[in-house]
């Protein structure tokens, strides 16, 4: 589709479609390479400080759910400390949710200077493919509108030349997109330019010195039980 003109397809590599990774050499000489996955919560209770996990090293993986109307609006409600249901601001719907990930990436992932060449990856997976219908030719089928809904919605976006594909996968069902998305993501591991990159030993030193001092308040803190329900009670009613 015309709207999808930045989206990699399945069938296609990277370098005929999306500019951005074309100058990505592959690094085949590195034999040994560790993929850190970080799960970030949806609980609005993370919104405020999901930004300082935001790397522009890294690949994104928003998950939607495609069993669900773009405008779906769960019901989002928490108890007080008095066990009163209270409504949890924050998104609402699955489309306000993309848009809130959307600009968290783009707007705190904005390299400057030398760094600015290195752009985050976007990878969209929509989740539930087995409750869209019973046959599975009808599942791809209503998949594929479900894509196009959202990705002529993320069009005008700033963040979509950042999208690199779209995937549709089922916990029931192995021949849905979990190994081309597992096969994606180490491709785009394998085109970043950092591979290899040096740095100073001291900081490996620092890293390491801040690890153990860690372990060792860790080891030594203690708290009242009464004390830790009370700050779980604080940052509730935060909200």
Known sequence: MEQAASILSQSETPKSRFNIWSKRKIHKSLNLRRLNIWDCGGQNDFYLS???????????????????????????????????????????????????????????????????????????????????????????????????????????????DLVYGFYFV?????????????????????????????RPIKWLVLENTLKKKADELAAKATAPDTDISELFTFISDLD
Not at 51 to 67: E, G, P, Y
Not at 124 to 148: C, M, N, S
Not at 173 to 197: A, K
Request: hydrophobic share 30%; with cysteine; net charge neutral.
């Open 50 to 160: 999901v930004h300082i996990f935001l790397d522009n090293r890294s690949i994104f993986c928003i998950t939607l759910d495609i069993s669900k109307p773009f405008d779906w609006k769960p019901e989002r409600l928490r108890h007080d400390k008095h066990g009163q249901p209270v409504p949890v601001p924050g998104p609402e719907t699955i489309k306000e949710t993309l848009d809130y990930w959307l600009d968290a990436i783009y707007s705190h992932t904005g390299p400057s200077g030398k760094a600015a060449a290195q752009k985050p990856c976007i990878l969209l997976i929509g989740t539930h493919l087995d409750k869209l219908a019973f046959f599975k030719k009808d599942q791809r089928r209503e998949a594929e509108k479900k894509k196009k809904e959202i990705l002529d919605y993320i069009e005008t976006h700033p963040a979509k």
């Open 170 to 198: 089922s916990n029931k069902d192995r021949g849905s997109d979990i190994q081309t998305l597992r096969r994606d993501i180490f491709q785009i591991l394998e085109m970043q330019d950092y591979w290899g990159e040096e």
